[in-house]
């Protein structure tokens, strides 16, 4: 018998749509509303402006170590935009502009990230997880929600969102086997953002993308833009639609890059180069968008700067809010919620013995 070539009855394709010299092919040209095309700018303006702030915030003391997403706007925008609240968003822990598009307020993530459990309380009316840092574990977590949706015949679908560093993890394969063997409902939505901490992409894989992953597990893969909010809206709109339908996952690839630290702890100085750095900022897809809404004449340059002004008021009435809310949070007693339904013996003691020293005004014992 000879030796000859299979023919896979699969290919990945390449998806680009507005380029980073705000080229735009017309023929791919999505049909987005202008009222819509503007509240995704919105999103994407909110989720950047929030990111400054919050790392000014954090260099002041005023919260804890966090992870930015500047750069990743259009990767996460472009592709929660499709789901509705009924819909399972199951996000990794850089995913901040796509909560807020949930619906998370901006208050709830500076209450979080100052340690306080308030601030972590899951969206009433929303079927949306927390964030997940055990990296790769929310895929797991994703087809679960998945199978389960399509068990029940209900028309839910399923977003996971993951980063390059995830698909090294044996979670992630697990999570892409199931989904496809399953059929489940789930769009994997993967930001290669090129950087997993300070492991680069060439250390992640020897596959010369992520999107041919999907090939071996048979479902539908395709890579993108991911800094052209254009181009990851058509994918995932398609593979929304696709699991919407009752056919299937499907893996999308955004290729786009961390243009700041892992998180506020990390200084990537220490293993990439200003230079690398440089290419991906002028590929930032915020002006790029911006840009092509102006061209089209659905934003002014007036409306703009309106809107500029409106998201930093909003910002900054959000940070007042949730200093002052923080002022009554922080009762010790709190630790010991949370983690059982029921107590434990041991712990019902401790905490009642803290709950009587606390009350006499007695120092705490570390
Ligand atoms: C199972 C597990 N291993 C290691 C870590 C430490 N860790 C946190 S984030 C991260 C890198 C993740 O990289 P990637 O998946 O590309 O996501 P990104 O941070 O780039 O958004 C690592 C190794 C962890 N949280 N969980
Ligand atoms: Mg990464």
Redesign the pocket.
């Known amino acids: 018998m000879p030796r000859t070539p299979l023919a896979l009855a699969t290919s990945i394709d390449s998806l680009s749509i507005l380029d980073e010299t705000g080229q735009l092919d017309a023929g791919l040209e999505p049909d987005i509303s202008g009222e819509m095309l503007l509240k995704l700018y919105r999103a994407m303006l909110l989720g950047r402006r929030f990111d400054e702030r919050l790392l000014d915030l954090q260099r002041q003391g005023r919260i804890g170590t966090f ?1 930015p997403v500047k750069g990743q706007e259009a990767a996460q925008i472009g592709a929660v935009s499709h789901l509705r609240s009924d819909d399972w968003f199951v996000p ?3 995913e901040t502009a796509a909560e807020l598009w949930r619906g998370r307020s901006l208050e709830s993530v500076i209450i979080c990230n100052n340690g306080f459990s308030e601030g972590a309380r899951g969206l009433q009316g929303h079927n949306d997880l927390p964030v997940s ?5 929310q895929v797991l977590h994703a087809v679960g929600l998945g199978w389960a949706a399509s068990y029940r015949k209900t028309d839910e679908i399923v977003m996971t969102f ?5 698909t090294s ?1 044996g979670d992630f394969h697990e999570g892409m086997n199931f989904g496809a063997v399953f059929q489940a409902p789930v769009v994997f939505v993967c ?1 290669n ?1 090129q ?3 300070s ?1 680069p992409l060439f250390r992640q894989t020897r596959s010369a993308t992520l999107a041919q992953k999907a090939v071996a597990y048979g479902m539908p893969g395709i890579r993108v833009d991911g800094n052209d909010i254009l181009a990851v809206w058509s994918a995932a709109k398609e593979a929304a639609d696709r699991a919407r339908a009752g056919d299937g996952p499907t893996f999308i690839e955004c290729l786009t890059y ?1 243009v700041m630290m ?1 998180t506020t702890a990390d200084d990537p100085k220490r293993y990439r180069t200003d230079a690398e750095v440089e290419v991906w900022r002028q590929r930032d897809p915020l002006p790029r968008f911006q840009r092509y809404l102006l061209g089209k004449g659905v934003l002014s340059g007036a409306e703009q700067k309106e809107l500029e002004e409106e998201v930093l008021q909003q910002i900054q009435a959000a940070v007042e809010n949730a200093e002052k809310q923080m002022q009554s949070m922080g009762d010790p007693l709190e630790m010991f919620d949370h983690f059982y339904a029921e107590l434990p013996p041991s712990l019902a003691a401790q905490k009642e013995e803290l709950a009587r020293e606390l009350a006499s005004g007695g120092e705490v014992r570390s």
């Open positions: 992870p990794s822990f850089r840092v055990p990296v790769g574990s993951f980063g390059d560093g995830a993890e930001q953002n950087w997993a901490i492991t961390r892992h």
